[in-house]
């Protein structure tokens, strides 16, 4: 089976997977790449240094990419910034590393006595995303699907990075079923985030090679080489309005330039 790569990353050739895993896509939202077309930007506006595009990332566990988020953003010069981040596990070690990073944190732990977990724990995220006065939202590990409640507010205004070549291996266990399959090639995906799991609009993808001997441990760490450098670039994008949406289609149109490498 072989896929074709497409989009501003990787864009030459196909991606050949052994004995991908079956999959559905969303038709809610669908992406092009490179034709001129006006749309509004889905992060609603083209960001500045000085007023850069104010992020909400959302986690559930160690924090990594969260951590590495927020280095590129204070180390280099993007146009996002993290103003909270909210967490949903009070044992998440990422709140601990944001912390560290002098990032304020928010705990929105689900409550087991309200009469509609899923909704009222949602809308406690929303009420800490308006009180941060958040732009967009950023979803690092973040282990909980988001209910069309929750999407009818901020749909189109959600990413999430997940650590396959989509829409091969989606769902909790990635590196588990790439190498259950006998894939020699995996990667790493930026998608807008709709109501299904990872079926959202390919903003960008990276392969990464599956190596003899490889197991989840390493097989991990080498995808989140690429998830690191992938996901601060792809927000830069969004921030100087590359990133439209129009009728429903996202659209992606990076000029090619060395900032943009």
């Not at 990075?161 to 790439?178: Q, T």
Request: charged share 20%; net charge negative; with cysteine.
């Amino acid at each position: 089976v072989a896929i074709s790569v497409t989009g501003p990353l990787n864009p030459c050739g196909t991606l050949s997977l052994q004995k991908p895993l079956r999959h559905e896509r969303s038709n809610q939202m669908k992406v092009s790449f490179g034709k001129i077309m006006t749309g509004t930007p889905v992060g609603g506006r083209v960001a500045t240094a000085g007023n850069p595009l104010r992020c909400a990332v959302l986690i559930s566990g160690s924090g990594s990419g969260m951590q590495a988020l927020v280095r590129a953003q204070q180390q280099d010069k993007l146009l996002h910034a993290t103003s909270v981040v909210i967490s949903n596990r009070s044992e998440a070690g990422g709140i601990q590393l944001a912390h560290q990073l002098g990032v304020e944190v928010e705990l929105v732990l689900p409550s087991k006595d309200a009469e509609n977990t899923r909704v009222a724990h949602e809308e406690a995220v929303m009420e800490v995303l308006e009180h941060h006065d958040i732009e967009f939202v950023v979803l690092s590990g973040y282990m909980r699907l988001l209910s069309p409640h929750f999407l009818e507010r901020w749909g189109g205004r959600i990413v999430n990075i997940h650590p396959s070549y989509l829409p091969h291996f989606p769902g909790a266990h990635a590196h588990r079923d790439v190498l259950a399959s006998g894939a020699k090639l995996t990667g790493c995906t930026v998608h807008m985030v709709d109501e299904g799991m990872d079926t959202g609009a390919v903003l960008a993808q990276e392969t990464v090679p599956v190596l003899n001997g490889d197991d989840e441990i390493s097989l991990s760490n080498r995808v989140k080489v690429e998830e690191h450098r992938l996901y601060p670039q792809v927000l830069n994008w969004i921030a100087q309005g590359y990133v439209t949406m129009k009728s429903g289609r996202v659209h992606v149109d990076v000029p090619q330039s060395p900032q943009n490498d």
